[in-house]
Each structure stands twice: as C-alpha cells, then as structure tokens.
DNA sequence: CATGAATGAGAGTTCATTCAT
DNA sequence: GATGAATGAACTCTCATTCAT
C-alpha cells in the first residue's frame, strides 16, 4: 500500500469520525461512509472490511491524538493544583460539547463489542488517567496545595465521577453548572476552594 | 381495551423486557419480539408501533416496580447508615449483574432518543434518588452517625459516582472489589468505616 | 402453513424447476427465481432460504413423479424384453430433449455439494435401477427372451452406458442414430435383434 | 509477443489449471486466479480475458499433454491386451483420484458453452479414443487374444461407459471394486478373464 | 508491460409495515 | 381482535472491468 493509499485511508477514517459523532456507532452502516467519503461502494472495501474495523481505527487515532494533548498541558510549568485544575476543565469542554464528541459511538461499540481486557483501550485510558491524577495529587500534597488521606482511592473516585457526568451528559443532559458544581465539590474535598468563573 | 388485551398487552411488555435485557435496545427488531411473544407479526402492532414505544412502557413498568422496592427498604427500622449501605449494596448487587439488567438497553435508548426532560424517566430517577440520599445523610448527621459537610453535593456526588460505576462495568467490566473500594471511600468521606466482608 | 402456502409453495417449485432447466443449477439465482415467479425479494425468503434448498426440493419431486412414471410402464402386461426396450426408448428420447431436462442442472448440484451417501437421491435412483433391470434380464433369459451370463453385471452395464450417453448428451451433444446403435448394441449382447424402426 | 510473455502466460495457465483442479470451472473467478499467481489485476487482462478464454487454453494444454501420455503407452512393445488392460487401469487412476483432475471443471465448462462441434475438444478426444481401441480390439482378434462381432460398436461401447464411470464418480462417487468390476465386465465380453490383483 | 485503485452492477438477506382474510 | 403472507426498501459484500500512472 502506497503513500496515496495511506493518505486515502487517513481521509476516510477522518470522514468517517465525522459520521460517527453525528451518529454513533450502531446505525451507521457501510454505505453512510461510502456516501461521506464521496467513494464507491466497493472502494471502501479495499481498505476496511467493517463499521467496527474503521471505528477501531478511529479510536486508535483519537487515543493518539488525546495523549499528546495530555502531555502538552504537563509540559508547561505548573502547580499540580494549575494542572489538576486545566485537567477539569478540558473535561467539562467535552462533556459539554456531548454531541459532538465520539463518547457515545464509543459505548454503543463497547455495549456490543465485549473485548478482552489487553485490547480494551477504554479501560487503559481509565487506569492510566487514573494513575496521572494520582501523581498530580501526591505532587500537590507535598507541596502543600492539596489535603489528601487517600491519594489512589481520590484518584479513582475522580475518574468514576467523571465517567458518571459523561455517560449522565449523553443520558439525561448536563448543564455547565452542574458539572461546575461537581468539579468544585471535588476541589473541595481536596481543600481546594474554586473561585467563581 | 378489554380486560384480556390488557393481559396481552402486559406479556408483550414482560416478553419484550426479557429480549432487553438479552440483547441491549437497537438490536431489537419487532421481529425479534413477535417472535419471543409467539404471537403474529400483525398481532405485535395492534399494541405498539415500534420498538421504542415498547421499550418506553417497558421503562416504566420498571420504574414503578423499582420505585416499589426502594420504599421497601424504607420501611424497616433502621438507622441512616444502614438504610445507606443498604442502598449501596443494592446498587452494587446491580451493578455486577451486569448482562441481566435493562441498563445497556436503557443507555442505548436514550443515546438515539433526546427526549424532552420532562419525559426523561431517566433524569428523574437521578434527581430523586440525590433527594433521598441528601436527606438520609442529613438524617445521619443529625443523629451523629456521619460527617458531612454539604449534604446536597455529597449526595450528588455519590450518585454521579454509581453512575460512572454502571457505565465502567458496562465497558470496560467491573470487579466486586473495584465497586466494594468505592463504596468505602464513599462511606469514609462520612466518616463511616466499612468493616470487611 | 395453510392449504395456500402449500399451493404457492408448488408454484415455486414448478416455476424453479423451468428456471433450472433453462439455466443449469450454479448460474441461478434467488433473484431468477423471484423474477419468474413474479413475487417480491423478500417473499421468496419466507418459503426457501437458498437456491440449494430449492433445487433439493424440485429433485425429489422429480424422483416421486419419475417413480410414477416407471411403475406406470410396468403395470402394463408385457414381456421382459418389451418392458426392456420400452425403458431403453424413455432414456432415449429424454437424452434427445437435452435442454429440455433437469440433467445439467442436477450434474452441476452434485458438483459442488458432496452430499453424505444416504441423501444422494442419484444413487439411489441409480442402484435402484440396476436392481430392476436385473429383474427383468433374469426374467427375460427365464422365458428365454435373452441370453446372459451376469444379469447383474449386465445390468450394471446398461447403467454405466446410459449415464455416459447421459453426460456426453449435454458436453458433446447426441444424435438420435449414436443412441440407437448403443441401445442396439445392449440389445444384440443379450441376443435380442432391434428391426429398424 | 515476446518470449518473456510467452513464459508468463504460461505460468499463468499452469497456476489456474490448478485453480480449477480445486474449484471446477464456474465457481472460479479472475480474482482467484489473480490472487493464485500473485500477479495484478491488470496485468490478467493483458494475456486473457475471461475465465472462458482461459480454461480452453488449459485444456488445450491439457489435450496436447494426454496426447502425449497415450504415444507412451503405445510405444512399448506388448500385446493388444496388454495396450488395452493398460488404458483401462489409467483411466481408472484417473477416476479414483476424482477431486485431484479437471474432470468437473471440463464438464462445468461445457455445460455454459455449446461450443460448435469443429472446436469441441471432447468430442475429438472421445471419437479419437474410439478409433484407437477400435484398431486396438480389431488387432486383438487377428492374434486371438479377443473375440470380437463388432468392433467398433464394442469399442464405442467402452467408451461410453467410463463416460458413465467418470460422471458417476464426481456425482455418486466411485469405489475401486466397482470399477474394476466394470473393467473385468468389459474384458469378459472380449473373451478375457482378469485375474484379480 | 505492469500495477492496483476505483467503480458500479448485482447477489444475498433481513425486516418494518401493511392488509386481506 | 388476530393472523401471517406479501412487499419493498435497505444493507452487506463481491467482482469483472477499466484506467491513470
């Protein structure tokens, strides 16, 4: 496959991230990207066989893309309180935008795709982010900045409450405040006490 | 609606929700019911039009039993941390469940149907579960079982956290132990110690 | 199934059964088969799921009539010889139709289906037939109509050659005369002269 | 053309005679053949450009290496019996080994082609095997080794029955006994008992 | 000569929905 | 009310064939 091959294949994942965010996973079909690619039908065979082979790749993009935003915010010189901080609030951008995101696509795939755990990308990006959040609090114990007995159990406890605003964002609605208020309630509870935006 | 097509329309419902459960939302065809049901293709639309007025109905008979069982436990005497745990160890019961509840098919549903908020079954459950767990904890405090500081954000913030806890498991699986850690570092923010299994 | 479903479903038959005989078995398909009978796509599916399952069905109701057809010939008060030559002029003349036959479409089934022995309806017809010409060599040579050492073998014989007059009919085509000489031929070995006809 | 091309095409028709070895004639696409010689789609359209067009080619190698074969056979000193016994048993070789020759291929060809008689190789290759086992039995009767009334009509004989060997074995298989019972049978009415292997 | 990407027709199959009985 | 046959749209997937490079 040559270099032409490769640019074709990046411009249909591209186009078909597209499709997915507008429509999430499962109603998507072959033809709808077909059609978004402007190619034909048996065009996008010869690169992918499925909807679920091209959102895989989508994925695996996307999570390339999401750790080189994440290691740019740690490369500024910050407090761990800043970073923590910036952290949830690029949360609650995306959270907000909820519709144009691939989280939904993203649990419709998990809902019928049960993955063995080594291949789960979704729970690697849970432990990792857990891991960092655990770090970043440690650091701002030391220092100071953070109140903290349970560094690990407040990390986890973190990420499972923004899993819970996400998947509620996509469920039931979420307004700025609301995630605002749990972001505070969270500082709070690390003895952090948010400012008004 | 005579009394028998109200049986009928009632073992549609109990027929469908098994089909639910098995297979999420989007993946059930009206076929797929007629076919659980034993009925005929025709007899299926003398009741309902589609697959997601069936699962609306099938929603809210599970509501009204779900709300049923809540008010069960209410009942008995018994101090706010009990009633709490009591509550958590339901949730978590549910919770590794996993395959056998309506949860996928819930999820599913709503990514494909924004309704309204006052139509948001969903949304209304969580506002009323947050009400009850706030003025059980504010119970506890008063009788000086917990330690809180804002009841209304801690009640939140739990539910947020179930929340994140039921999509995780849908996705990226769930252990007793991952959900036991998260119920005690629930409990210990109100100063509660779980003592082991 | 009522009582319409079974008519309809012999109309498909008989419909199917022309659709073969006019283009083998491999060239047809579902789609052939809905245009010739005149229905819709999807109301074919409701009676066969493949053209394979069709085929099957249009062969066995072949063998029954074409059973028929041999028990007609034999009820009638004839010598063995008769009976003999009346069988070998059938072979003939559905040799001749060619085109007009199952045959093609039957040798292409078998192609490409290795059917397990007790499901081959061709062998069966084939040993069954070798029995009955046995039959009738034995009562031929027993009223001294013919003369031979291994009825069994004889009979065996006959088959082998009408099978191959049978295949050559349709790769290198038959004329009316190339029969003859071998029904002649099979004739004279069991001493039995043909007048011309 | 050059005698690269010359070369090229003729690894290309000895790779998808053994494509149709394994799949017959009609089931077997450019795509295959492609694929079996690892060569480009196009590069196929620059030598053939059908499927058709490349199954004759191979069985015109095909006739031209039998042709072969025979001369060898006939080359040795030894007796007409001897010729004949020889012939039988290679055509049993042929018939047993069934799935491993172009046997069903050739028939699936000629069963979509009504090829004009002046181009039906089978036809020559069977009305030439004819005169050869003709000249065969009729050398057999002057020695004594064969008795004999009609040689010809003996001889056609012959043939149509492996005809009917042949057919049989692709479609109600074949075992060794039977042919070799058909082979003595043959044999027996040309005077000669086999002796069993 | 040779490549292989691209096209588009067409086959198989499934279902929501209707309607005569 | 209830049935289930029938329709037709939609989707997946495969290939013969072409053509720019």
């Given amino acids: ?111 019928e795709n049960d993955l063995p755990k080594k291949d789960n990308i979704l729970k690697k990006q849970f432990d990792s982010a857990v891991k960092i959040i655990e770090k970043l609090i440690e650091a701002g114990v030391e220092n100071g900045e953070f109140y903290c007995e349970d560094c690990k159990g407040t990390a986890r406890n973190i990420m499972f409450v923004l899993e819970g605003l996400k998947i509620s964002s996509q469920t039931i609605g979420m307004k700025a405040e609301t995630v605002d208020r749990e972001i505070s309630f969270i500082l709070s509870g690390l003895g952090v006490e948010m400012e008004e935006e």
Same sequence: chains 1, 2, 3, 4.
């Fill in 1 to 111: 496959m040559g270099e032409k091959s490769i640019q074709k294949k990046k411009y249909i994942l591209e186009t078909a991230r597209k499709v997915f965010v507008e429509k999430g996973f499962k109603k998507v079909t072959m033809k709808d990207i077909v059609e978004a690619c402007g190619i034909s039908r048996g065009g996008l065979y010869l690169y992918f066989d499925s909807t679920s082979q091209i959102f895989m790749e989508v994925m695996r993009l996307e999570t390339q893309e999401a750790d080189d935003v994440f290691s740019d915010s740690i490369k500024e010189d910050a407090t761990a309180a800043d970073i923590l901080i910036l952290f949830l609030q690029e949360q609650k951008k995306e959270l907000l935008r909820r519709k144009d995101t691939l989280t939904q696509a993203i649990y419709e795939f998990y809902f």
